[in-house]
């Protein structure tokens, strides 16, 4: 079946730090991947997608890249604000099958201090 | 902003009672999800609709129910509603359903918070 595993938090940053919180899949065929991010009390929003091998996905200064050789989709971003303050969702869709629901990770609490 | 709406966003029940959640998508986006968001959890898929017909579910048992119009609007019913319903339910809309559509992008509402006691 699928799978993602995220990094565990919470991870705490200063504010212009560096940020990277892993994540690695398990799936059949090419899935697609995701980042979701949910600010406190909202619901889910996208924020960057990669549907295809060595694709970079890039939104409001994160990136991540698919690697399929590591399986993995790490998000990453050069200098933080308070305002990236949230938990971060990993999350795939399958392509192949009857596999067309997202599987997420578990989530990751980013905490930003000024 | 997404265009997905959801009503009400919050709603307390007692257990054994019945609810009733809605979810309104964008416009022509004819696919509809609903996920399951415990508390420090990530979403879980309960079920899919495309078209107004029931497209996949997950691992939730049959108590669990959905209906989805012609409008673009959906509804997720929990008959006999236990403790461990309690949750932040999220639907995720999306353009396309079976042919070619698996890969597309879901967008979410902000949730219904639903407190079971």
């Known amino acids: 079946g699928n799978s993602v595993t995220q990094m565990e938090g919470p991870v705490t940053l200063s504010e212009e730090a560096f940020l990277t919180i892993n994540c690695t899949y398990t799936a059949t065929g090419y899935p697609s991947l995701f980042w979701y991010v949910q600010y406190p009390g909202e619901g889910l929003q996208l924020l960057l997608k990669?549907?295809?091998?060595?694709d970079k996905g890039s939104n409001k200064g994160f990136e991540a890249t698919y690697r399929k050789e590591t399986t993995s989709f790490h998000l990453e971003k050069g200098s933080v604000q308070v305002s990236d303050s949230a938990v971060y969702f990993c999350?795939?869709?399958?392509?192949?099958?009857?596999?067309?629901?997202?599987?997420f990770g578990k989530g990751t609490l980013l905490t930003v201090n000024p | 902003e997404t265009g997905v709406t959801q009503s009400p966003t919050h709603l307390i029940k007692t257990r054994g009672q019945q609810v009733t959640l809605r979810c309104s998508s964008q416009?022509?986006?004819?696919?509809v999800s609903w996920y399951q968001q415990a508390l420090g959890q990530g979403p879980q898929f309960i079920f899919q609709y495309y078209r107004e017909e029931e497209n996949g579910r997950g691992n939730f048992p049959p108590r669990f129910s959905g209906l989805q119009f012609p409008n673009y609007s959906s509804e997720l019913n929990v008959n006999a509603l236990e403790l461990d319903d309690s949750a932040l339910y999220l639907c995720?809309?999306?353009?396309?359903?079976?042919?070619?559509?698996?890969?597309?992008?879901?967008?979410f509402g902000p949730g219904t918070r639903l407190l079971v006691l």
């Open positions: 999350a795939l869709i399958n392509s192949g099958g009857s596999n067309y629901k997202l599987t």
């Open positions: 990669a549907t295809k091998a060595d």
């Open positions: 416009s022509g986006h004819n696919t």
């Open positions: 995720a809309s999306s353009p396309t359903g079976l042919a070619g559509g698996r890969r597309e992008t879901q967008y």
